[in-house]
C-alpha cells in the first residue's frame, strides 16, 4: 500500500521562491467527499497547422455573473492577487468559469457563457493577464454564420474583463481543411498569455481517424492579445508539443512533448520567448522506480521564475515492486532538482494545479471515478495542510 502520510523529502515552494531549500512533509490528497461530473477538460488535438480564414464577430457579454464578496472583484479591473479563476461544470457540456477568493472562500460567477443566446458552452483553457485584468478562454462561444458555414465546430479564443463583459474574438474562422478525412477535427484550446501580456500562445491542431487509428499531431500557435492573425509558434516537430506555460520573470515557455516519434523526446521541455527547435529537457518522462510521467496540462510558476509545479504521475516503490500513483512535483530551476509534494491516495489523480505567484497557496484539481474538486493548501502555515474546498464533484482547472 502506498502510506497515508509520505516521508519524501520535498522542496517547500516558499523556500523556492526566496532561493533556498528546505524539507516538509505533506499529506496525501484524499479523495473524501468528492462527487458528481467531472470539470470539462479537453483533449488534445494533432495535425499541422491549418490556415486562417475571416475573423468572425465580436460578442458583449458572456452572460450573468453574480457579485462577489470577501475580496472577490465585483466589476471590470483587476483580479486580486489571492484570487484564482476555476471551471464548474453545470452539466455535460456547458460550463461556468468562477473567481474565488482563497481566503475567505467568497466566489462568483465570471461568465455562464450565455451571452450569445445559447444555453451556455464548455470552457477548454483559460489564462489570466500580467496584469490580472484581461481573461482568455478557449470555448465555442458566439459562432457566426461564417463558423456555421464550415460545417466544422472549432473553438474560438475569446478576451473578456473580469466581470464578464466586454467579449472580443481574438482567433479567425478556420475553413474546414480536412479533405474528406473520417471525424476530422480541429483543436482549438490550452491558452496562455506570454509575459508581457502582448499575445497568446495555444494548442492549434488537426486530427482524424484512419481505420481506427487516430492521425494528426498539436502544436502551439501564438495570436495577438489584441486580435489579429495567428501564426505558428516553433518548436520541435517530431512531437504533439502542447499545454503551453510561462515563466512570468523571463518569458520562456514550458511545453509537453507527447507522442514522439522517439520516445526520449518526450518530457517537459523549456523553450526560448521566440520558440526554436533546441529547447532544453527539464522532465523526462520515464518509467520505474522515481521516474515520473507528467500530466497532459499546464505546468504553474512561481512569481519570480525559480521553479514551477507540475501534475504528473510517479512511481515510487513498495515492498518489492514499484506502484505508480497520481502526484504533484515541483521543479526547482536553481539546482535542477524535482521533488513530490503531494502524493495521491490509490484509486485517485491529480488533474491540474496552480500556486499563487508569491507562492503563499496553492490549489489543484483531484479526480477520482470520473468526477473532480478542488483541494487547497495554504503555504504559509507552519504544517501546510492538504484540505477538500469544493464538495460538488464538478469543479476543476484552477489558474491563479
Not at 493577464?129 to 472549432?154: C, M, Q, W
Not at 490549489?363 to 470520473?370: A, F, I, K, P
Request: overall charge negative.
Amino acid at each position: 500500500m502506498i502510506p497515508t502520510k509520505n516521508s519524501w523529502p520535498v522542496l517547500s515552494l516558499v523556500a523556492i521562491a526566496a532561493s533556498s531549500t528546505s524539507a516538509c512533509t505533506i499529506e496525501t490528497a484524499s479523495s473524501t467527499g468528492t462527487s458528481g461530473t467531472s470539470g470539462g477538460a479537453g483533449t488534445s488535438g494533432a495535425g499541422g497547422a491549418g490556415s486562417s480564414g475571416s475573423s468572425g464577430s465580436t460578442g458583449t457579454s458572456g452572460g450573468t455573473g453574480a457579485s462577489g464578496s470577501g475580496g472577490s472583484p465585483t466589476g471590470a479591473g483587476a483580479l486580486p492577487a489571492g484570487t484564482f479563476l476555476y471551471v464548474r461544470a453545470e452539466t455535460a457540456d456547458h460550463d461556468h468559469l468562477i473567481a474565488r477568493d482563497f481566503a475567505t472562500g467568497a466566489e462568483r460567477v465570471v461568465t455562464d457563457l450565455r451571452g450569445d443566446g445559447s444555453e451556455g458552452w464548455e470552457i477548454w483553457g483559460h489564462t489570466l493577464s500580467p496584469d490580472r485584468t484581461r481573461i482568455v478562454l478557449a470555448s465555442l462561444y458566439g459562432p457566426t454564420k461564417e463558423d456555421n458555414d464550415t460545417h466544422l465546430a472549432t473553438r474560438r479564443l475569446w478576451s473578456l474583463a473580469t466581470d464578464g463583459t466586454d467579449f472580443r474574438r481574438l482567433t479567425p474562422v478556420f475553413p474546414n481543411d480536412g479533405g474528406g478525412r473520417t471525424n476530422f477535427q480541429i483543436s482549438v484550446d490550452a491558452p496562455m498569455f506570454t509575459a508581457d501580456g502582448a499575445g497568446i500562445l495555444y494548442d492549434f491542431g488537426n486530427w482524424w481517424y484512419e481505420g481506427t487509428s487516430l492521425q494528426g499531431g498539436s502544436f502551439p500557435w501564438r495570436v495577438p492579445a489584441g486580435g489579429g492573425l495567428p501564426e505558428p509558434f516553433p518548436t520541435v516537430l517530431s512531437c504533439t508539443v502542447i499545454e503551453p506555460s510561462v515563466n512570468p520573470a523571463t518569458g520562456e515557455i514550458l511545453l509537453i512533448h507527447s507522442v514522439c516519434v522517439n520516445s526520449e523526446d518526450q518530457g517537459i521541455f523549456l523553450y526560448p520567448r521566440a520558440g526554436g527547435t533546441s529547447p532544453v529537457k527539464l522532465v523526462d518522462e520515464g518509467y520505474g522506480a522515481g521516474q515520473v510521467r507528467p500530466s497532459l496540462t499546464p505546468a504553474s510558476w512561481l512569481g519570480d521564475g525559480s521553479g514551477f509545479v507540475f501534475a504528473g504521475t510517479i512511481n515510487i516503490p513498495v515492498d518489492d515492486t514499484t506502484v505508480e500513483t497520481g502526484a504533484l512535483l515541483v521543479y526547482d530551476m536553481a539546482t535542477a532538482m524535482m521533488s513530490p509534494l503531494v502524493l495521491a491516495e490509490p484509486g485517485t489523480y491529480i488533474d491540474s494545479v496552480t500556486i499563487a505567484p508569491d507562492a503563499t497557496s496553492l490549489v489543484y484539481c483531484l479526480r477520482h471515478d470520473d468526477v473532480t474538486d478542488l483541494h487547497a493548501i495554504d503555504l504559509t502555515q507552519a504544517e501546510p495542510e492538504d484540505k477538500p474546498i469544493t464538495t460538488d464533484g464538478k469543479s476543476c482547472s484552477p489558474a491563479f
